[in-house]
């Protein structure tokens, strides 16, 4: 090879990989732009939300349109409400279904089949399509308008025990063989030697069900008849259809309240994130 | 399996080989401990599961050949059974209809849109020549795991027609932007890029990890072989990429088919229902009190994204030769 060719090649490359940085930022520039537009023209006045032409970075930033999620609506509540929901349905998530995964990988019991092929069965269900007799089951239980109703459909999720099973079966059934010869009990085993090998697992079925919990919409929305259940997704919905005129000074602080929590928390796991969802995904 | 059940030895390898000498219970006995403790463990979620999601499953079917309505609940004798009246109603009912055309685009055109997208910025991420890979991941799945009903929020506000920032950059190119959520013919074409934007990063991190699966030397042998970047490509990364494809276009499918939060928030369905989607419609009737009606549309759904998900394991499982 001469030279001369060796060093256009090298020139190319160079091109190559500028023009490569140039799409991926221009990308990036389209994916992320809007969070920042909303980020900082939640700190924007009323008047420069509205200007024409818009603007990129605010005047004079103010926090007055966070004051309006207290004042004109009532964010605390909505935000416990978002809060006690993700929190309670991903810890019972966590238990009931590495629970019912490692009964279902480990111990064998009449029923085990049947139990996995419904629950393998109903993976790829709508939600649309148990939204009418889950709302006619929770009338009948009084669970409308009560943030139980809002937790109890969700808190034994077919993902949930089929991503335990399938992590639980790669343990070893030697080691939990030899816990049974010491005569440790099948709670102690659970507890002491599944569940601390389950980690990543856990780790991933944790921050996937919390997210998709703290998200999630459609049973809120049918569910949640009154303010005082409201979820932080369901206020602001109703809030962005409700008005005549769209209020952005009230519903891009409420925008940035739903997604900053979360945005904090996947830049601090994102490795866990990435990993998980990644391996979750071609098992 | 009766053959199980006869055997007199526990049919579990492990445990014949080590506890010999010692005493131990009768296999009968251990096989009704071994299902008390199994249904053990199994039970709260069992319990849970059958009330809250299998059930629901089996009495949805139920109520979509009844005439249920909400009024019916007081008072459950005045239920009928109407047989597939309720399925053979879908299929006049024009604004279902308008419904199923406007998922089948979003669909169609949304699915292989995504994958593309995210199958070119996973190539560009493992080509090898890239830095701040954890700042294109990380900031490309950004909004995979963000509220949609907030985004859907920030994109409305983002494409006002005069205070948007989107006519805004366009104007800068010298290109009146149009309104593009109040014009029929835009609107779900809009909600289509904007579907793209939301879902490209799952689709990146999934292709990602197959890309990465794929064994370097396969690319050094065929290199050897002289094969030209293009047709590395073509007959060496699309065909080992076959099963990851096939597992984020099931999965994306199953998103699309049930789109609703995004016309919810945006469009309410308009203009002219030029956005409403099947989601949006069943949840209409389900507002109206049709229960019954509601619940057949929520099973076509169903039986669409089964349809659907058994094509894509047609069109990309057929050619694989393992």
Not at chain 1, 38 to 54: D, H, Q, T, V
Not at chain 2, 179 to 185: F, S
Request: net charge neutral.
């Amino acid at each position: 090879m001469t030279r001369p060719t060796a060093e256009r090649l090298r020139s190319r490359d160079r091109i190559a990989k500028a023009g490569l940085y140039v799409v991926l930022f221009g990308g990036l520039a389209f994916v992320v732009g809007p969070f920042v537009w909303m980020l900082l023209s939640s700190f924007k006045s009323e008047g420069e939300i509205r200007a024409n032409p818009p603007t990129w970075w605010p005047n004079d930033a103010t926090l007055a349109n966070y004051g309006n999620l207290f004042d004109r609506l009532d964010f605390p509540t909505y935000f416990t409400n978002s809060a006690v929901v993700a929190v309670v349905t991903t810890v019972g998530n966590l238990l009931f279904c590495s629970a019912a995964g490692y009964a279902l990988a480990k111990i064998p019991f009449a029923g085990k089949k049947l139990l996995f092929g419904i629950v393998l069965g109903t993976l790829m269900v709508p939600s649309i399509v148990t939204i009418v007799p889950l709302f006619v089951l929770s009338s009948n239980l009084g669970l409308v308008n009560t943030l139980a109703g809002l937790i109890l459909p969700y808190l034994a999720q077919a993902f949930g025990v089929f991503l335990m099973r399938q992590f639980i079966l790669s343990i070893p059934n030697d080691l939990l063989e030899a816990a049974r010869i010491d005569a440790a009990s099948e709670l102690r085993i659970f507890w002491q030697i599944v569940l601390p090998l389950c980690k990543p697992a856990l780790a991933t079925l944790g921050i996937l069900t919390f997210l998709s919990s703290w998200n999630n919409f459609l049973w809120p929305l049918v569910a949640a008849t009154g303010e005082e259940t409201y979820t932080l997704p369901v206020a602001l919905a109703l809030y962005a259809i409700g008005q005549n005129r769209t209020e952005y000074d009230l519903l891009l602080p409420g925008a940035v309240v739903i997604v900053l929590p979360v945005i904090i928390v996947f830049l601090l796991l994102q490795r866990h994130f990435v990993r998980g969802i990644a391996t979750t995904g071609l098992k | 399996m009766p053959e199980v059940r006869d055997r007199t030895v526990p049919s579990d390898p492990a445990t014949d080989s080590v506890a010999e000498p010692g005493p131990r219970p009768p296999a009968r006995a251990r096989r009704t401990t071994g299902a008390l403790t199994g249904w053990g463990f199994a039970l709260p979620f069992t319990v849970l599961f059958l009330l809250f999601t299998a059930g629901p499953v089996v009495a949805s079917l139920v109520m979509s050949v009844t005439d249920l309505r909400s009024a019916d609940l007081l008072d459950p004798f005045g239920v009928n059974v109407v047989g597939i009246d309720n399925y053979v109603k879908l299929f006049s009912d024009e604004k279902f209809l308008t419904a199923a055309g406007n998922t089948a685009v979003f669909v169609v055109v949304g699915v292989p849109l995504t994958m593309a997208l995210s199958l070119l910025v996973a190539l560009g991420l493992n080509s090898g020549l890239v830095r701040f890979r954890t700042l294109f991941r990380v900031g490309y799945y950004l909004p995979v795991v963000t509220s949609i009903v907030a985004i859907s929020v920030v994109w409305r506000f983002v494409l006002q027609p005069d205070t948007g920032l989107a006519n805004e950059i366009l104007g800068f190119f010298g290109i009146e932007g149009p309104n593009w959520l109040n014009n029929e013919t835009l609107a779900l074409p809009t909600l289509i890029v904007m579907g793209a934007w939301r879902n490209l990063g799952f689709g990146m991190v999934i292709f990602l990890a197959g890309l990465q699966a794929i064994p370097k030397d396969l690319y050094e042998a065929a290199t050897i072989d002289g094969a030209k970047r293009f047709s590395q490509f073509r007959y060496l990364t699309l065909p080992m990429l076959r099963p990851t494809m096939l597992f984020v276009a099931v999965i994306t499918t199953i998103g699309y088919v049930q789109f609703f939060e995004e016309p919810f928030v945006m469009t309410q369905g308009g203009p002219l229902d030029s956005t409403l989607s099947m989601a949006y419609a069943t949840y209409n009737q389900f507002g109206f009190g049709n229960y019954g009606y509601a619940s057949a549309m929520g099973y076509v759904l169903f039986v669409v994204v089964v349809l659907l998900s058994i094509v894509w394991f047609k069109l990309l499982r057929n050619n694989v030769d393992d």
